[in-house]
């Protein structure tokens, strides 16, 4: 059974995706800003990572990059999931070491899903 | 009569041509020659009566008859242009001096010819002349009387009284001459001396008349430098005040200026609120919108549990309108983005061909569900570079062929690409509804919508508004090549290739509209 994080600061995305994904039959756990998001990489060591960007505390970008500068957990996957705010921050999310970006309130919670079990098959 | 002629004759006398009318000197010579005529007339008509000497008779009435032509034609003609008029008269009266030393005249009157005749020619030749003619005819006496008592000339006179008498009157001649030739170098000089005069005076008063003309135009120049003088302190003073003028202007402009700048300053602000206004705005809506679309999804795909059928309609409509929602909530953050001069272009060199590609495979399952063709065949088929930004050039295309699907029951979408004119055109062609000719300008204005029968989705109004926008600023066009009612339309967009001048002015261009806005990140 794959196991995936959501760091979501948005309490209804954590509940849909965490339910989405139970149903489809994976083992999720959640964290509400980039801070915990970190910490629960290193202690649930998920398969896969959905990270939305505009968070407190700590945001997206910076929770990627500490993601990434840290040897035990830079090589788990993560999917940028966010309602961007300017076309600008698409650009950054592409050099930001993310695998893919997906748009929350443009896709069908089944998407992500599909997304999710594409880049574990790889 | 006629005394009244012969007094005013040899009174007031007549003058030749160039003789001073010297009163004394003409009734002189006036007189003698009459006196000469009268002598020679007489003595040649006795010479001739009596039978004395007949040649010399003739002699003297033809010196005579001279004489009284030279009164007439010199004297009351006044012809000059005879020569030697003055000579011949005063041979003519000479010669009868000569005649009458010889003759003794009528009873010795002969002598007194002597004394008249050089009174009559210095009166006539002047003194310098007159000493001449007189010596010459006391010569010319002298030598005809060289040995006259024994030749075959006889004197009526005694011959050493006429000798004396003819040596006082040369050496008297020889004195005059002398002193008047005295005289006439002095008043020759003097002159000379007087034209000089006459000349430095000339010079003198032309140089005073050129000084007196230089003085007036250096006063009328003065005068004149006076004025301009003036005029420029006038001009001086204008300027002054114009600069003056110039200077306040040039304060009250710099003021505007700086006003003008912190109302610029206030409105970069106020825009770039605006601008995060929109973007926080729109990324709070779609938050929240996107949950209510996650949710209903959910519910209808059971994921709560078993859905009963009569709330499964209901359920649809909140996810159809909450998709619409987001849809309209991302367009409007698009047009805002366009309207601001904020939309950015990532302009690179891209395959057209793969671009359309992508797009009509990621449409390919949307066109099935509605039974319709997609098709693309790759242009040359071989990778055609233009100029472009991907993903609006994606959106262009997915919002086009999404029109086409939408408004297309039967038959199907084709695309086609060609080069013109360095442009890459990509037509988009349906077998839908059409478009009336009246309507097809409208469609690309904001929240336009074609008037067409059926059940179709709504769409937001601003798709084809936004992508002609972002097609313009790319630096092609897009238009509605053709369109009829019932026989489907065909939508051109266009792309400048690779490297042609309209691409690098359009690169140049989106470079420097992003220098103007350099707080967008």
């Known amino acids: 059974m794959h196991k995936i994080l959501i760091v979501e600061d948005d309490e209804f995305y954590r509940k849909i995706y965490k339910k989405k994904f139970e149903v489809a039959g994976f083992e999720v756990d959640v964290a509400v800003n980039g801070e915990e998001g970190i910490a629960k990489m290193k202690s649930f060591m998920p398969d896969l990572v959905f990270m939305d960007l505009m968070m407190p505390k700590m945001d997206g970008f910076t929770a990627i990059d500490t993601a990434k500068a840290d040897s035990t957990i830079k090589d788990i996957p993560i999917v940028v999931l966010t309602n961007l705010s300017t076309s600008d921050d698409a650009e950054k999310v592409k050099g930001s070491g993310a695998v893919d970006v997906i748009v929350k309130s443009n896709v069908d919670p089944q998407e992500v899903v599909d997304k999710a079990k594409e880049i574990l098959q790889k | ?521």
């Not at chain 2, 008297?172 to 002193?179: A, E, H, L, N, P």
């Not at chain 2, 005289?183 to 000339?202: F, H, T, W, Y």
């Not at chain 2, 339309?489 to 140049?508: G, N, R």
Request: aromatic share 8%; net charge negative.
């Open chain 2, 1 to 521: 009569m006629m005394n009244r002629f012969w007094r005013n004759y040899i009174t007031s006398g007549i003058s030749l041509p160039g003789e001073s009318p010297d009163v004394v000197r003409v009734a002189f010579i006036n007189s003698f020659s009459i006196l000469g005529i009268v002598t020679l007339l007489t003595f040649g008509l006795t010479n001739i009566v009596g039978e004395q000497n007949f040649v010399t008779g003739l002699v003297e009435i033809g010196f005579g008859v001279l004489l009284i032509l030279n009164l007439i034609v010199l004297r009351v003609m006044k012809l000059s242009w005879i020569p030697f008029a003055s000579e011949i008269m005063t041979i003519s009266i000479g010669f009868p001096l000569v005649v009458l030393l010889f003759t003794g005249g009528i009873e010795g009157t002969g002598i007194f010819w002597a004394f008249t005749f050089p009174v009559t020619v210095f009166l006539l030749e002047g003194k310098k002349k007159g000493a001449i003619w007189v010596s010459i005819l006391c010569v010319l006496f002298l030598i005809l009387t060289v040995g006259s008592h024994s030749g075959s000339f006889h004197l009526y006179y005694s011959d050493t009284e006429v000798r004396q008498l003819i040596f006082a009157l040369l050496i008297v001649s020889g004195v005059i001459y002398f002193f008047e030739n005295i005289s006439e170098k002095k008043s020759i000089i003097i002159e000379k001396q007087q034209k000089n005069l006459i000349e430095i005076n000339d010079l003198l008063s032309q140089k005073a008349e050129s000084d007196r003309l230089a003085k007036e135009e250096l006063e009328v120049k003065t005068s004149r430098l006076h004025e301009q003088t003036s005029t420029l302190k006038e001009s001086q003073a204008a300027i002054l005040n114009v600069v003056e003028d110039l200077d306040e202007e040039k304060a009250k402009l710099k003021q505007k200026e700086q006003e003008l700048e912190e109302a610029n300053t206030k409105l970069l602000e106020l825009d770039k609120l605006k601008d995060e206004f929109v973007s926080i705005a729109s990324h709070e809506l779609r938050t929240p919108m996107g949950a209510i679309r996650a949710f209903a999804s959910m519910i209808l795909a059971g994921d709560y549990g078993k859905v009963s059928e009569n709330l499964k309609e209901p359920l649809t409509d909140i996810k159809t309108s909450t998709e619409r929602l987001v849809l309209l909530v991302n367009d409007l953050l698009s047009v805002a983005r366009i309207e601001a001069g904020r939309m950015k272009f990532n302009l690179v060199d891209s395959d057209i061909n793969t671009v359309i590609k992508n797009v009509t495979d990621s449409l390919v399952p949307l066109a099935k569900q509605k039974n319709l063709d997609l098709g693309f065949k790759m242009y040359e088929g071989k990778p055609i570079l233009a100029q472009m930004d991907v993903d609006k050039v994606k959106q262009v295309l997915t919002n086009l062929i999404g029109n086409s699907l939408k408004f297309t029951d039967k038959g199907g979408i084709t695309l086609n690409v060609q080069e013109v004119d360095g442009m890459i055109e990509v037509d988009v062609t349906d077998t839908g509804v059409g478009i009336a000719k009246e309507d097809q300008e409208k469609l690309f204005g904001k929240f336009q919508q074609a008037n067409v029968s059926g059940d179709r989705p709504a769409g937001t109004g601003l798709g084809l508004y936004i992508s002609r926008e972002m097609i313009r600023k790319m630096g092609g066009d897009i238009r509605i090549k053709s369109a009829e009612i019932g026989k489907g339309s065909t939508f051109t967009f266009s792309l400048p290739l690779s490297d042609c001048s309209e691409a690098k002015a359009v690169k140049e261009a989106i470079s420097k509209e992003a220098e103007t806005h350099p707080d967008q990140k």
